[in-house]
């Protein structure tokens, strides 16, 4: 049986991963912190797969705390790529669409430039980059974006508080991406490393695509909810401390390489969360 470590196993993605990958032993910060390169080497020595799901995913605060992202984002992913290569593990680590700067007009190639334009997305560039020089035959890095999901704060949930609080509300139509739920990523990973894990760079999000205003109005349909009461704005409206990209649509070309299916819409996978009833906590 193939032994499985999820470091971060105690946020909304590393739940669902402990959920999709029997037999995973999980640690989260309390058991690990990735930033201590002599604690991963000593926890992590044993395992045949590392899967990350550890971030400093405080986009907005990045930009003044530059030296914790870096420290967990960059440094962490290369002290656990250094644990694989010389235990001979391999690394699942899972990275975002800040990588880009958002201005494709059409999906973004696993093999497109990195050119990030916040702190965070600087981060997380380099700890691709770092974790790939590390052990470049036995990584594979999982880009993924805006995620939702039972075990955390999400946009559909904040959509149903809001909805309970306010006769209308404005959603930016200007930002394009991919809704993607855990559950369908944690199975995406999971399948990955039945693969045996092909070292490479994959994008762990939904098929098709829609804006946050779009993705609003899904969410307010499958509630039973007016859409009306979803009103179109632009991002000129938010001023925020780190830009957001404003197309995040990433291609899925690595998978039929490896022969996986990309996951599948994300109307279906909202569907079926809303159906559950887990986003209505």
Request: glycine content about 10%; hydrophobic content about 45%; charged content about 20%.
């Amino acid at each position: 049986m193939t032994a499985v470590a999820v470091v971060g196993a105690g946020g909304m993605l590393g739940h669902d991963l402990m959920a999709a990958i029997p037999g995973a032993r999980g640690f989260v910060h309390a058991d690990l912190d990735i930033t201590d390169a002599d604690a991963v080497d000593a926890a992590l020595t044993g395992f045949d797969v590392i899967v990350n799901a550890v971030a400093y995913n405080r986009v907005d605060d990045a930009e003044t705390d530059v030296e914790t992202a870096m420290a967990v984002n960059a440094s962490g992913p290369e002290h656990l790529a250094r644990t694989a290569a010389r235990t001979g593990a391999r690394l699942i680590h899972v990275s975002t669409d800040y990588v880009f700067d958002g201005s494709a007009t059409e999906p973004y190639r696993e093999d497109a430039e990195r050119r990030p334009v916040s702190a965070y997305g600087r981060s997380k560039a380099e700890g691709e980059l770092r974790a790939l020089a590390a052990h470049p035959g036995g990584t594979a890095i999982v880009r993924t974006a805006w995620l939702y999901g039972e075990h955390g704060g999400s946009f559909p949930r904040t959509m149903l508080r809001l909805a309970r609080e306010r006769d209308t509300l404005a959603v930016v139509t200007d930002q394009v991406g991919q809704p993607t739920w855990t559950v369908d990523l944690a199975r995406q990973i999971a399948t990955l490393i039945d693969a045996g894990v092909p070292a490479g760079i994959y994008h762990g999000t939904a098929s098709g695509e829609t804006s946050w205003f779009g993705f609003a109005r899904e969410v307010f349909r499958l509630a039973g909810l007016d859409p009306e009461r979803v009103q179109p704005t632009d991002s000129a409206a938010f001023v925020r401390p780190a830009p957001r990209p404003a197309y995040s649509v990433l291609g899925h070309g690595g998978w039929a390489a490896v022969g996986i299916a990309p996951q599948r819409d994300w109307r279906e996978q909202i569907a079926e969360a809303m159906a559950l009833g887990i986003l209505d906590q």
